[in-house]
């Protein structure tokens, strides 16, 4: 079993920016692909970020581009959002999840995190 556990989110004006933190309980972290999900209050989830395994491929959604950046330390099994520019519809609950492979062209996820809440005020 492997524990995810979001840190950094919080109320941050627009043009803000935040550092999200995805930190995982297991050593072999290294070989799954992450992601950032976020779900807005009466929204469906929707993808952020993506991350290969080693950190070498990266895929963004379309509002995000240019202004989020994702990142992983595999040394501290911990995988990192850097949201800059921060708008009001960027306010969501912020996941993160591992996929089951290393590469995310694989829409399977083995596991989740709790969320951490992001808030932009206007």
């Known amino acids: 079993q492997v524990q995810l556990v979001e840190s950094g989110g919080g109320l941050v004006q627009a043009g803000g920016s935040l550092r999200l933190s995805c930190a995982a309980s297991?050593?072999?972290?290294?070989?799954?692909?992450m992601s950032w999900f976020r779900q807005a209050s009466g929204k469906e989830r929707e993808f952020v970020a993506a991350?290969?395994?080693?950190?070498?491929?990266?895929d963004y959604a379309d509002s995000v581009k240019g202004r989020f950046t994702i990142s992983r330390d595999n040394a501290k099994n911990t995988v990192y959002l850097q949201m800059n520019s921060l708008k009001p519809e960027d306010t969501a609950v912020y996941y993160c999840?591992?996929?089951?492979?290393?590469?995310?062209?694989?829409?399977?996820?083995?596991?989740w995190g709790q969320g951490t809440q992001v808030t932009v005020s206007s």
């Open positions: 297991r050593r072999t972290f290294s070989s799954n692909a």
């Open positions: 991350i290969s395994s080693s950190g070498a491929s990266t």
């Open positions: 999840a591992a996929h089951a492979t290393g590469s995310f062209l694989f829409p399977k996820y083995d596991y």
